[in-house]
């Protein structure tokens, strides 16, 4: 079992900056598949970022390159999302996941939400015009 506590949301305006942190608990693999995702009211949850742990390896949805940044605290065991640039579209709940016996290349190469097993609580965030 893996646990996930998010922080870090709150409301920013737009072009502004806030850094999401999930803290991983629990049993954890040495080399495992990390996310963010986002909901909007009314819409489907949405893959954002992905790293595969001890890699420099990534992915990113189209929507937030070059200005969303996710990495990994091996030590702390905590993932960040770090949000520039922010937009009120940008506007959802953010959750981390992890995604223990996804691969690898499955890890960055997509992000499908039924191939992540562990969820936190989420985390609001708002972006105002």
């Known amino acids: 079992q893996v646990q996930l506590v998010e922080s870090g949301g709150g409301s920013v305006q737009a072009g502004g900056s806030l850094r999401l942190s999930c803290v991983a608990s629990?049993?954890?693999?040495?080399?495992?598949?990390m996310g963010w995702f986002r909901q909007a009211p009314g819409k489907e949850r949405d893959g954002v970022a992905a790293?595969?742990?001890?890699?420099?390896?990534?992915y990113y949805a189209e929507a937030v390159k070059e200005r969303f940044t996710i990495s990994r605290d091996n030590k702390k065991n905590t993932l960040y999302l770090q949000m520039n640039s922010m937009k009120p579209e940008d506007t959802a709940m953010y959750y981390c996941?992890?995604?223990?016996?996804?691969?690898?290349?499955?890890?960055?190469?997509?992000?499908?939400?039924?191939?992540?097993?562990?969820w936190g609580q989420g985390t609001q965030v708002t972006v105002s015009s």
């Open positions: 790293l595969y742990t001890n890699t420099e390896n990534t």
């Open positions: 996941a992890a995604a223990p016996s996804l691969g690898f290349w499955g890890c960055i190469d997509r992000m499908k939400e039924d191939e992540y097993n562990y």
């Open positions: 629990g049993y954890t693999p040495s080399n495992y598949c």
